[in-house]
């Protein structure tokens, strides 16, 4: 009987997340996957991740527990439609965020995290290259804004974070009484430019919770733009503090990835006796092209890593 390696994103809900061995982001989850080479991984997240976690552990098993625990910016990306647009920029480099499909992946130059997107950007411009960035609009439009790059973007959105509404969030931040100070927002950059203007600080769900745990808060509370699931990490981390999650059109303040919640107590149960989806349909060609963005950004992080700890 294989021994199963349960993984689960932050987004996952808690009594799955406490299932797993490893809590963390796709990527970092995808690597913990490959130093352990696990004969069986039960991937809790969402369809691209188990995806990647396949790319960089060929040997095992990877199982999804629900086969329809996709994500919009996979489904809003047709890959017929964004090969046209790739050639239109022949002449750029295709940065891609790992929340994409293989095939998505498969046509970059280089493939990027919420967290390392910013440095490796900046590097391309700075060694000369021009840019295109695919497939979230909203990180796009936020590095565009940051760092005044002009990079054509795809324009697919995460249905989550799409729906914070910035005219709440600035009412909200707006309405301090007499002797308070203002409210913290703290954002994922999956997020509308109208938020991110006003966050305080913008960054991966493990840079969030970095922030978290580092911030003298006192009273003040602190907004969160992100999905509920990292909340309780949050709370976890920092019962002191006063966390809240950043307001939806609806007025509501709930935010929840549907496809995430996918990963119920059962299919995760069921997943680690070898039932779900068996990520077992990668061709090679598909593997080998979107391996080599990713290995090249994994070198990057590690220039990063040994240049910051000399």
């Not at 019962?239 to 059962?266: E, H």
Request: one cysteine or more.
């Amino acid at each position: 009987m294989k021994t199963a390696l349960v993984l689960a994103h932050y987004y996952t809900i808690p009594e799955v997340q406490a299932m797993a061995d490893h809590v963390g982001d796709s990527l970092e989850l995808a690597m913990i996957a490959q130093r352990e080479k696990a004969d069986r991984i039960v991937f809790a997240g969402v369809k691209f991740m188990a995806e990647t976690a396949k790319l960089l552990n060929p040997e095992a098993e990877v199982i999804l527990p629900d086969e329809r625990s996709t994500c919009s910016l996979v489904t809003q990306t047709d890959t017929d439609s964004l090969k046209r647009w790739r050639d239109r920029y022949a002449d750029h480099a295709h940065v891609t965020y790992i929340n994409s499909s293989i095939e998505t992946k498969a046509m970059a130059d280089w493939v990027v995290t919420s967290r390392n997107v910013d440095n490796i950007v900046a590097h391309l411009y700075e060694s000369g290259h021009q840019v295109i960035f695919s497939p979230d609009r909203n990180m796009g439009a936020y590095l565009n804004y940051q760092y005044g790059y002009r990079m054509p973007l795809w324009s697919a959105v995460c249905e989550v974070h799409d729906l914070f509404n910035a005219e709440r969030v600035q009412q909200i931040l707006s309405a301090v009484k007499a002797g308070e100070s203002r409210p913290f927002l703290i954002a994922h950059p999956e997020s509308p430019l109208p938020v991110l203007k006003q966050a305080d600080f913008i960054g991966s769900t493990k840079q969030m919770l970095q922030w978290i745990s580092d911030i003298d808060a006192g009273r003040r509370p602190i907004y969160v733009a992100t999905e509920e699931g990292l909340l309780y990490n949050m709370r976890h981390l920092r019962a002191d503090l006063d966390i809240r999650q950043a307001p939806i059109y609806t007025g509501c303040q709930c935010n929840a990835c549907p496809y995430m919640k996918r990963n119920t107590v059962q299919r995760v149960s069921d997943a680690i006796k070898g039932e779900g989806f068996l990520i077992d349909y990668l061709d090679m060609k598909h593997i080998e092209q979107a391996r080599r963005p990713i290995e090249r950004m994994l070198t990057f992080d590690v220039k990063q890593a040994s240049h910051h700890a000399a």
